[in-house]
């Protein structure tokens, strides 16, 4: 059971690693795109330019859970990889459980809850305001983007759950074999 849980966690931080390449495409030709309409042509560019600040968040959000599953994090490298697979197992599931979880479900927390209510949440308040771009030509629903705030984090968070049990069914093994 623990073991199909882990594969099904995985399985989506890969799928969703396969959208976010996509955006990470699409940001490219938005970005050519841009620049081509805005030096060569001389028009506002403004809606171009928040689509691709949209593509760029959604793909820092999305992608992190993929990144975290292929170890791709940010790691500050002292001393763990002069460690022993076991070591590096303890490093992983205490740091997931003590740092990641907490952090995300801190993140979570903050954009969804108000003292007065989902409504008044940064997602609840854009939604229920169908907040939008305050420039002029801007895009219509900001509100979208702020979903993926939580969503991303959640997302992490799962895969922060992965890496937790993927950890312990190692300790918990007597082999010494990484995966």
Not at 103 to 114: P, T
């Given at each position: 059971m623990t073991q199909r849980l882990i594969d099904w966690i995985d399985a989506c931080s890969e799928w969703l690693g396969k959208i976010v390449m996509w955006l990470s495409t699409g940001m490219m030709l938005i970005t050519a795109y841009n620049v081509t309409e805005r030096y060569l042509f001389g028009h506002n560019t403004t809606f171009l330019i928040e689509l691709n600040w949209h593509f760029y968040s959604l793909i820092f959000l999305l992608g992190a859970s993929y990144t975290f599953k292929h170890d791709g994090h940010v790691r500050v490298d002292l001393l763990y990889h002069k460690m022993?697979?076991?070591?590096?197992?303890?490093?992983?599931?205490?740091?997931?459980?003590?740092?990641?979880?907490?952090?995300?479900?801190?993140?979570?927390?903050?954009?969804?809850?108000?003292?007065?209510?989902?409504?008044?949440?940064?997602?609840?308040?854009?939604?229920?305001?169908?907040?939008?771009s305050s420039d002029p030509g801007g895009l219509p629903a900001r509100y979208l983007l702020k979903s993926a705030l939580p969503l991303g984090f959640v997302l992490l968070g799962l895969q922060g759950i992965a890496e937790i049990l993927r950890n312990a069914l190692f300790l918990k093994q007597k082999s010494t074999v990484a995966r």
């Open positions: 022993s697979p076991r070591g590096k197992a303890w490093v992983n599931l205490l740091g997931s459980l003590l740092f990641l979880l907490p952090f995300c479900a801190v993140v979570v927390y903050a954009s969804l809850s108000s003292t007065r209510g989902f409504d008044f949440s940064m997602v609840g308040l854009s939604w229920r305001t169908l907040e939008g």
